[in-house]
């Protein structure tokens, strides 16, 4: 008989059928949309040993009569944790698709690369979709119904909804790109992470010894505040303190094991989610720090050409709200720091962003006034030949009708005005900076090989 859940019991073993129905109870009012039977749907799979719900991993026990059962206090734990996550609906951030098609994972029950995972459900959908579309247009209900009910139905990634709060966005007929909320991604990456470290620890276990714990050690375990390893060995990520500074990207990206040193820091910028990739300055080639996907992504401009930015609203955080922290990841960079001023695609858009802000046209909106169109801007030359170097700054999709160009600013006159901006804005990273700390630079900009860790995220 199964062993009935009692509110605010601290331990025991409980079916996994009842820790769904747990799990369901428990995350009703969370702002991250939950899925129903989080513990016993793909990618969930008892018998790897655990499951992940939010970002905490509950290990699973396999009883005499062969039912697998979680410690009560884990599923109660990962509930408070994910109802304590705030989540902005309108901050997002894009998952894909991007360059090159989605790998098959090694392993379909776990969550490692999440992003392939969701790209992957999301491709199947639509080429489901087109043939049926092609093939059976008059099927009561529409394709989408049908192919949700064949072959699209979404499998949960850690006990998350994901396919609730997907956003869809659409240039054309043919490109679209997918886009979860900020604070999703980071669980999610946080939950990689932490499945990651749980995989390696026990195979390490594995290695050292052939007997397994017995059932009740792997209890104990589990009814441990500590997820990162099931025999508690491998450490939490540790905060980033300047350990890579002025290295090259092109050499360090080289050495053996620096993935998994990466792996070992805390984000450097948000400093709360583990670090996935190592950023670097794709001008000077030098790194800057480790950061999450999350942090990874909210540089990237919502379109690039070669010389071409459209300035998207998350650019607020980076020159407004969150100004001082990207600052100093940005300068963590010797040549930046040295010349103060920003890689160009930065500097653009902070031309664009602030330089320009009062040239921007307004309307009338219900609520008073609302800025016109979509802020883009663009160059001409390159940053190493500054004086033929020019920035443009225009507005399209105006909806009045027009296009028009708000101002032409040098790339020398740019770098002055974000020089006196960075003075009063973060005089702490102003302070650091400055033609006198040039010692040591390249005469040339060294080469870069291609970043791919993040899987064509890592832009600058």
Known sequence: MPERVVPGRTGGLIPLGVADALWAGLTTDSAVPTASAALTRSPADARAGYVVLGGRVVATVKASDGQWSVAEVEVRRAAAELNAVEMDRQDLVRIGPFRGAPKKECDEGTLTRWRQRVSRELITRELITRELITREPQEPGGPGRAARRDGGRASHLAGIDWQRILVERARDRTARTWWLPRAVVRLLDAAEHTETQWLHAARTRQGNTAVP?????????????????????????RPYNGEMDGQLYSVLSRKPGTSRKVAGWTCAVCRTAPAAVLDHCHEHGYVRAPV????????????????????????TRLFDTHAADWLRHWHRCPGCRARTTLPLPHLAAWTAHIACRSLRPTHRAPRGRTPCGVLRVSWTGSQNAPRSCLLTVAVDCCPSGEHRVLAQVPYREAARQFGAWLAETAPAVAAAAGPDRLDGLPTRFRPVIADTNGEGLALF
């Not at 999450?292 to 650019?315: F, G, K, M, W």
């Open 292 to 315: 999450c996907q999350s942090c990874n992504t909210q540089e990237r401009p919502d379109h690039l050409y070669s010389n071409d930015i459209r300035v998207a609203n998350h650019y």
């Open 213 to 237: 714990d017995p059932p009740h050690r792997q209890a104990r375990a589990a009814d441990s505040r500590r997820t990162t390893g099931p025999d508690g060995s491998t450490a939490p990520p």
